[in-house]
């Protein structure tokens, strides 16, 4: 869904007399083998080691059709530093990060990577041999490029305005297009209400039967939670599926409070499905939706699903903290996919520990998709912005599974994630977010958020 585009560009020592150009050769196919034993990875190389300025213009050139996101200056020995910097200008026009890397003599990517900086092109060094832990962070780099190119000409989609009075989770969309790269295109909610109503019932039939059949619990009450309700919580799923495509949106938010969740129906279930990579027709890609329409919540979403290479992600309230069992409760009514009630390829084994319950926000009612995740590694993000400034914390997390009887000292119909955390860490947390939302991905990718920050100039607080 998201691959990373990798283009290695050897540079070569332009005298014909050195006796190390035949090395240079050699290590040129070396490179481009070993990084294209990896998964998960495209890479392209340059027809031929560079030698020249000429050479630098015309292989960087051919190597551009393949649109990478991270380009490795691979100097083996030596090259002109000239050469290096003109490459890495044609390059710029493609290419979101520059690696110099060599695994021999210093001299050379020294000379390369400080001529780069001199003339204020941005670059990382690697050098050393060819292992899988220096492998490993061109990888991660060549994520953070992706993720940082790949937003660029994306197109945020906004249902209402703000949301409960929270200056939180509304953003300058010129400072938006500015930083990022990412338009935000606004919709009324009454778009919503008008395509749900001509949604074919047979569709909404075919979508709550998927559904009903799949969870392990509904808890119909006849009141705040019943057939009609749900139903047309999967009516308005549809409805927002289908503006999306129609606008074109890449993600989206839906403020939903008050005015839906009191007068229609609360879109927990909606903006949960529209997260999955799942639905009654078959995989699908997720769709990032932030609850609340939380726009900063929303960029820090898609982010995350970038730089995961499409994995669903999450919108979640600060909710509870255990002291006594350092556990720190976060849920949120809608903002998170059920495929994190179990983290599986089959919809089947995540929807089995998904409860629909009554939802205990908005007059109008609705379900509730209550779950507890696993046990399993996260990344925890959030933007925010202080006097303007865009801020992200960082935190690598571990959750464990709670009996599900616990989300009673929380909030009992939401789903959760619990995570274990220190008392001085989530002290630290806390006191540095300035935001209640915070986000989550399945697997580390602190490294290459790091990344993302300083490619976009964006202060990094990565509570470690």
Not at 192 to 213: F, G, M, N, Q, T
Not at 230 to 250: C, M, P, S, T, V
Not at 352 to 370: I, R, S, Y
Not at 439 to 458: F, M, P, Q, R, W
Request: with cysteine; net charge neutral.
């Amino acid at each position: 869904m998201y691959t990373p585009r990798v283009g290695i560009i050897t540079l070569g020592d332009p005298r014909e007399e050195v006796p190390w150009r035949e090395k240079e050769d050699r290590k040129h196919r070396e490179l481009l083998e070993k990084l294209r034993e990896i998964d998960g990875l495209e890479v392209y190389g340059t027809e031929k080691v560079v030698r020249s300025l000429k050479e630098a213009e015309s292989e960087v050139e051919k190597l551009l059709i393949k649109k990478p996101d991270l380009a490795v200056l691979h100097i083996p020995v030596w090259t002109y530093p000239s050469i290096t910097v003109r490459a890495a200008e044609v390059a710029a026009k493609e290419v979101a990060l520059f690696v110099v890397y060599g695994d021999g003599v210093l001299s050379g990517i020294l000379a390369s990577g400080g001529a780069l900086s001199q003339v204020g092109i941005r670059r990382e060094l690697l050098w050393g041999p060819m292992s899988r832990e220096n492998l490993s962070r061109l990888v991660k780099w060549a994520r953070a490029a992706m993720t940082v190119k790949r937003l660029r000409g994306m197109t945020y989609g906004v249902f209402g305005g703000r949301a409960l009075g929270m200056y939180t989770v509304v953003a300058d969309p010129s400072q938006i297009k500015m930083i990022f790269g990412v338009d935000v295109e606004h919709v009324d909610q009454l778009e919503i209400l008008r395509k749900a109503e001509k949604i074919p019932d047979e569709k909404v039939e075919k979508h709550y039967k998927w559904l009903v059949e799949r969870v392990g619990k509904i808890e119909f009450d006849g009141r705040v939670l019943t057939e009609e309700k749900l139903k047309r919580q999967i009516r308005a799923y549809l409805a927002l599926k289908e503006l999306i495509k129609e606008h074109g949106f890449d993600f989206c938010g839906v403020k939903c409070q008050p005015e839906l969740s009191d007068k229609y129906v609360n879109l927990c279930v909606a903006v949960a499905l529209l997260n999955d990579p799942y639905d009654a027709e078959g995989p699908k890609e997720p769709v990032v939706c932030a609850c609340e329409v939380d726009h900063d919540g929303a960029l820090t979403m898609q982010i995350l699903k970038i730089v995961s290479g499409g994995k669903p992600t999450t919108l979640m309230d600060f909710l509870v903290y255990d002291p006594e069992e350092e556990l720190l409760y976060l849920g949120n009514c809608g903002g998170m996919s059920t495929w994190f009630a179990e983290t599986s390829s089959k919809p089947e084994e995540n929807l089995e520990n998904v409860h629909l319950l009554p939802q205990v926000q908005g007059k109008a009612g609705g379900a509730a998709t209550q779950y507890v995740a696993p046990e399993k590694t996260f990344t925890l993000a959030r933007l925010y912005r202080i006097k303007g400034e865009y801020h992200m914390v960082v935190l690598k997390a571990e959750s464990t599974r709670v009996d599900r009887s616990k989300l009673k000292k929380s909030v009992w119909p939401w789903p959760h994630i619990v995570i274990k955390i220190s008392k001085d860490k989530v002290n630290k947390l806390i006191k540095t977010i300035k935001a209640n939302h915070l986000h989550a991905v399945e697997g580390d990718y602190t490294e290459e958020l790091s990344k993302i920050c300083d490619l976009l100039n964006i202060r990094l607080h990565n509570i470690a």
